[in-house]
């Protein structure tokens, strides 16, 4: 049986504007100094204006909020790191994208079916809104939902950027939510063999923002259901258990990669070259061919963590890789 609080908040996505793909909510601490902006203001990514997507798919909803974008230095130090800066540059500079600088987006995804609300990864949280980013509760909020109307809290896997957002002032954020995540990525994490090694840090992060929820937290393994219509498939790589998720309804998919691609030129258009943050860098890559290839040939939309904002799109075989397509219309009719 639907929710009525969820019809609810549909008629609220459409009453504000947040039903069409085509037009991004934009709003935030920017807007109401819009006319008085230096000129150094207007590129400052910690100011830039809060964007949520809506979008249709069966009878489900599904939102895109962008928890925030940082400019991310060399791209040869992250993507192509056995290339040459040089091959790098080029592959942008034909993309008419500069070959010394990128700015890395994240957007968490959240999908309405009626009767659960299931938010897929949480952003940065708290920590991160110094540098402008962690807005995800900002984002949903405008589009309607309330952090304890979240009922599922899926996490694809634990780097910092997925995980930041789990608590707030030491507390769950999403406080009526059970939590999913693979069993293979939380048993990687939690060891405490990671101590000492590179792994480390993102040890320390997992018990500080995952580890105080384990009693909500229930796993799943390739192929399990998070609800009806969404299912989870292992897409290991990047990390040691991340996983990807199909969303269907009504005869449509979609795909939710999280970091299987995390730019859609360098990851997309070679995705055999090693990225810097791929844990297995020859497991990553082989997942990347292996899913893109699948959601190439079946047509299928997806959603990608790190994609250029609202992170919706589909991708057609091109050469020794893939040519992203962003998304228009199609979610809208």
């Known amino acids: 049986m639907g929710n009525p609080s969820t019809i609810s908040r549909r008629t609220l996505f459409l009453a504000a504007g947040v039903g069409t793909l085509a037009a991004p909510v ?24 809060l964007q949520a997507r809506s979008l249709k798919l069966g009878s489900f909803r599904i939102l895109t ?13 992250t993507f192509g790191t056995d290339q040459s800066a040089d091959a ?12 010394d600088s990128f700015a890395n987006s994240f957007t968490p995804a959240l999908v309405d079916t009626g009767s659960e609300v299931v938010l897929f990864d949480t952003g940065m949280g708290e920590g991160g809104r110094e540098a402008g980013m962690g807005r995800l509760l900002e984002g949903l909020k405008y589009a309607g939902y309330t952090p304890d109307q ?9 780097h910092g950027d997925h995980i930041g957002g789990l608590l707030e002032g030491g507390k769950p954020a999403f406080p009526n939510a059970r939590y999913v995540t693979g069993r293979t990525e939380y048993d990687f994490w939690v060891n405490p063999e990671r101590m000492g090694t590179p792994a480390e840090q993102g040890h320390q992060g997992v ?3 995952v580890q105080p929820l ?9 192929e399990g259901e998070v609800v009806p219509g969404i299912t989870g498939l292992d897409a290991f790589g990047h990390s040691p258990g991340h996983m990807i998720f199909r969303v269907e309804s009504e005869g449509k998919a979609l795909m939710l990669t999280a970091d299987t691609a995390n730019h859609y030129v360098l990851s997309l258009q ?8 791929d844990m297995d860098k020859a497991a990553a890559a ?6 893109f290839d699948m959601i190439a040939t079946d047509r299928l939309p997806f959603i990608g963590y790190h994609m250029p904002f609202p992170a919706v799109g589909f991708v057609e075989t091109a050469g020794e890789g893939y040519r992203f397509v962003p998304a228009s219309y199609q979610f809208d009719i």
Do not use: C, Y
Request: charged share 25%; net charge positive; aromatic share 4%.
């Open 214 to 222: 384990a009693e909500k937290l229930t796993f799943i393994e390739n």
């Open 65 to 77: 909020v962008r928890d925030g974008i940082r400019p991310s230095g060399a791209p040869n130090e």
């Open 88 to 99: 790098v540059g080029t592959l942008l500079t034909e993309n008419f994208l500069p070959a």
């Open 207 to 209: 018990l500080a923002k």
């Open 270 to 277: 070679r995705p055999t070259w090693e990225v810097r943050f």
């Open 150 to 158: 979240v009922s599922v809290v899926v996490i694809t896997h634990m």
């Open 286 to 291: 082989a997942t990347r061919k292996k899913v």
């Open 26 to 49: 934009l709003l935030g601490r920017a807007a109401a100094t819009a006319q008085t902006k230096t000129a150094e203001e207007a590129t400052d990514m910690r100011v830039s204006p």
